[in-house]
C-alpha cells in the first residue's frame, strides 16, 4: 500500500514545517512548498535527516501561492505520479502588526493575497484530485482566532483568516457529497519564532516588542510542536473545526456569546498598545522583524522560548 501523499503550502519554516515533520513521522510522503528555494532546501535537508525506514519522504517545491499557474503547476506535480493527494494543508501566510492606517491598504492587500486567494488557489486546484484519494481527501485550511474576532494591531491578518474560515465551512459543505473533508483550523498565539518574520507598522520598535513577548509567553501562546500534533489528528480524523489554546478558545466564546462587549475590552486592550500620536510620527509602510532587534531585558526574557523557536524552525538564515 503506498505511503499517503501530502501537500502542505507555506511549508519551509514555522508551523508549516512542524505539519510536514508530524505528517512524515506518520509514515506520509510530504511535498514542502513555499517561494524561498533556500528556506525549501534547508527545510527538506532537515526533514530528511530525520527519515528513517518507518517514516515518509519529504520534497520541496517553489510555487507562489498568489499565482494560480504556480499553485496549478504545484499541485499536477505533486499528484499526477500518483493519481490523488490524500492530504493538504493550505497553512501559506504572512503577518503584520501595527494600526491599520499605518500599514495602509496594501498592506490589508497583500494579506488577502497570500493568505485568502493563497487558500482559495490551493483549495480549487487540489479538490480534483483529494477526490481521486482512495482514503477520501482531507484539506485543511489554517485559519487562526484572528479570524474569529478582530483583532488590534492585526487586522490584515484578522481580515484576512476570517475569509478563510468562511471559505473552510462552505467548502467542507459542498465536499461532502464527494467524500472529501474540509477542516477550519484557528489556533491562537502559537511559539513558532514568527517574529522575525513579521512585518511590523507605525513604531515599528515597540511594535515588535510586544509581539514577541506575548507570542512567547507560555500562558498565553502553545507549544508549536504540539499545536501541529493536535492539527494533524484533526484533519486525519475529518473534524469541521479546530480552536487551539486555552485563550482563543475563550476569546472565541466571548466573541460569540457577547460580541459587542469584547469589541468594548478589544478598545481597553488597544490603549496599551503604541499610542496613536506615536504613530503619527513615523512614515507608512513596515519593516521586516529581523532588522528590529533592540528590546529591554526584561522583554528579551519573556520572548526567550519564541527566539529559541526561530531557530529550531527555520525562521532563521542558516538554521534547520
Given at each position: 500500500m503506498n505511503a499517503p501523499s501530502v501537500l502542505v503550502t507555506g511549508g519551509s519554516r514555522g508551523l508549516g514545517l512542524l505539519l510536514a515533520r508530524t505528517c512524515m513521522r506518520r509514515g506520509a510522503d510530504v511535498t514542502v512548498a513555499a517561494r524561498d528555494e533556500e528556506e525549501i532546501d534547508?527545510?527538506?535537508?532537515?526533514?530528511?535527516?530525520?527519515?528513517?525506514?518507518?517514516?515518509?519522504?519529504?520534497?520541496?517545491?517553489?510555487?507562489?501561492?498568489?499565482?494560480?499557474?504556480?499553485?496549478?503547476?504545484?499541485?499536477?506535480?505533486?499528484?499526477?505520479?500518483?493519481?490523488?493527494?490524500?492530504?493538504?494543508?493550505?497553512?501559506?501566510?504572512?503577518?503584520?502588526?501595527?494600526?491599520?492606517?499605518?500599514?495602509?491598504?496594501?498592506?490589508?492587500?497583500?494579506?488577502?493575497?497570500?493568505?485568502?486567494?493563497?487558500?482559495?488557489?490551493?483549495?480549487?486546484?487540489?479538490?480534483?484530485?483529494?477526490r481521486k484519494s482512495p482514503s477520501g481527501g482531507r484539506l485543511g485550511l489554517i485559519g487562526s482566532v484572528g479570524g474569529l474576532l478582530g483583532v488590534p494591531h492585526l487586522l490584515p491578518y484578522s481580515c484576512a483568516k476570517s475569509a478563510i474560515g468562511a471559505l473552510a465551512e462552505g467548502l467542507r459543505a459542498?465536499?461532502?457529497?464527494?467524500?472529501?473533508?474540509?477542516?477550519?483550523?484557528?489556533?491562537?498565539?502559537?511559539?513558532?519564532?514568527?517574529?522575525?518574520?513579521?512585518?511590523?507598522?507605525?513604531?515599528?520598535?515597540?511594535?515588535h516588542r510586544w509581539f514577541a513577548a506575548l507570542s512567547g509567553l507560555p500562558l498565553l501562546s502553545m507549544d508549536a510542536e504540539r499545536a501541529a500534533e493536535r492539527i494533524v489528528s484533526a484533519v486525519a480524523g475529518r473534524r469541521a473545526r479546530l480552536v487551539l489554546t486555552p485563550a482563543a478558545k475563550l476569546g472565541s466564546a466571548a466573541h460569540g456569546i457577547a460580541p459587542a462587549l469584547v469589541t468594548e475590552t478589544d478598545g481597553l486592550v488597544t490603549r496599551l498598545l503604541p499610542s496613536s500620536e506615536t504613530q503619527r510620527a513615523h512614515?507608512?509602510?513596515?519593516?521586516?522583524g529581523r532588522q528590529l532587534t533592540r528590546r529591554p531585558a526584561w522583554q528579551r526574557m519573556l520572548s526567550t522560548l519564541n527566539d529559541r523557536a526561530a531557530d529550531r524552525f527555520n525562521q532563521v538564515k542558516g538554521a534547520a
Open positions: 534547508r527545510a527538506v535537508a532537515g526533514l530528511r535527516a530525520e527519515a528513517t525506514s518507518e517514516t515518509g519522504t519529504a520534497t520541496g517545491r517553489t510555487c507562489d501561492v498568489r499565482d494560480r499557474e504556480s499553485i496549478a503547476r504545484l499541485v499536477r506535480e505533486t499528484a499526477e505520479p500518483r493519481g490523488a493527494l490524500d492530504m493538504v494543508f493550505a497553512n501559506a501566510g504572512v503577518i503584520q502588526v501595527g494600526p491599520a492606517e499605518a500599514a495602509g491598504e496594501e498592506t490589508f492587500r497583500a494579506a488577502m493575497e497570500t493568505m485568502f486567494y493563497g487558500a482559495l488557489n490551493t483549495s480549487l486546484e487540489a479538490l480534483p484530485w483529494l459542498e465536499q461532502a457529497p464527494h467524500g472529501v473533508s474540509v477542516t477550519a483550523v484557528h489556533p491562537g498565539l502559537m511559539r513558532t519564532g514568527s517574529a522575525g518574520q513579521a512585518e511590523f507598522a507605525g513604531d515599528a520598535e515597540r511594535e512614515t507608512a509602510g513596515t519593516r521586516p
